[in-house]
C-alpha cells in the first residue's frame, strides 16, 4: 500500500465537515442566495468533495493528480459530487455559484504564472459577484516562523502510524521543501514503509492579493483560519481567504 491508499486515514481526526460548513457560509452570495453548484479545485480524495455534497449542492471536484481522483472514485458513493482528472484550465465552459480550493492546494502552485492561470480560469467559471474562498499556510509567518521537523505517532481506523517529517524552508525563494517517511502497521500485524516529498510556496496575503486581482476578483479578505470574523495578522500561520469576481 502507499501514500494514497492510507491517505484518508493519515487525516481522519481533520473536521472536513466543519470546514464545507465554514466555506459555504463564505461563498453566500450578497443577495442571499445558497451556493448550489460548487467548483472545487484539487480536490484530493474527496473528503471535502462529500461534506461539500451533504449541504445538498452539487459539486464538480477536479485534480491534476489522477491518483487522488481514482481514490476519490474508489472511497465509496459521491451523490452529487462529479470527480474530473486534469487541470482547473481545462474545464468545459460552465458557470458555478461558487468556488473553493482547500487543504493549502495555492501553496502546491509554486510559480507566479501558474498561480495566476489557476486563479483566471476559477474565475472564468463564477457568476458575476460570486466568490472563490481557499486556505493557505500563511507566507509572512511560515517565513517568521518556519516549519519545524516533527515526530508523531497515532492511531487511525485500527492503524498505528509512526511518522518522520523533515522540513527545509528557503527564505529566499519562499519555498518549504517537506519529507515524510511513514510507517505504518494494521490491525493484522501488516506492515507498510512508504514517503511523500512537496514543495509549497510560501505565499504572502499580498502577493495572493496582486494575483488574484491580475486574474479578475475585485477584492480579497483574508481571515484566521475557521474563524471568519478574525482578521489575520502575521502571526496567524493557517489563513483563508475570500475573493470575490466583480460584478458584471
Not at 148 to 177: C, I, K
Not at 196 to 220: C, K, M, Q, Y
Request: aromatic letters at 10%; charged letters at 20%.
Amino acid at each position: 500500500m502507499n501514500f494514497y491508499q492510507h491517505y484518508n486515514r493519515l487525516y481522519a481526526s481533520k473536521d472536513y465537515r466543519a470546514e464545507a460548513t465554514v466555506v459555504l457560509d463564505l461563498l453566500t452570495n450578497g443577495d442571499g442566495a445558497d451556493c448550489q453548484r460548487l467548483l472545487e479545485v484539487g480536490c484530493g480524495t474527496g473528503s471535502h468533495s462529500r461534506a461539500f455534497a451533504a449541504h445538498n449542492i452539487s459539486v464538480t471536484a477536479v485534480d491534476t493528480d489522477e491518483e487522488m481522483i481514482a481514490s476519490a472514485q474508489a472511497a465509496g458513493p459521491h451523490d452529487g459530487v462529479t470527480f474530473i482528472a486534469g487541470p482547473v484550465e481545462q474545464l468545459p465552459p460552465d458557470q458555478f455559484d461558487g468556488a473553493a480550493a482547500m487543504f493549502n492546494v495555492v501553496n502546491y502552485v509554486t510559480d507566479r504564472t501558474s498561480l495566476i492561470s489557476m486563479f483566471q480560469a476559477v474565475a472564468s467559471h463564477l457568476h458575476p459577484a460570486s466568490s472563490f474562498v481557499f486556505d493557505c499556510w500563511n507566507g509572512v509567518a511560515a517565513l517568521i516562523d518556519p516549519p519545524r521537523n516533527e515526530v508523531r505517532d497515532f492511531l487511525s481506523d485500527g492503524w498505528s502510524y509512526h511518522v518522520t517529517m523533515t522540513a527545509v524552508t528557503d527564505p529566499m525563494r519562499q519555498l518549504v521543501e517537506v519529507s515524510n517517511e511513514f510507517d505504518a502497521e494494521g490491525p493484522g500485524g501488516e506492515a507498510h514503509h512508504f514517503s511523500n516529498r512537496l514543495i509549497h510556496r510560501l505565499w504572502t496575503p499580498a502577493e495572493l492579493t496582486d494575483v488574484a486581482r491580475e486574474a479578475g476578483f475585485s477584492s480579497v479578505h483574508f481571515m484566521r483560519w475557521m474563524v471568519p470574523g478574525k482578521q489575520a495578522t502575521a502571526e496567524d500561520w493557517k489563513i483563508m481567504a475570500v475573493a470575490r469576481r466583480g460584478a458584471a
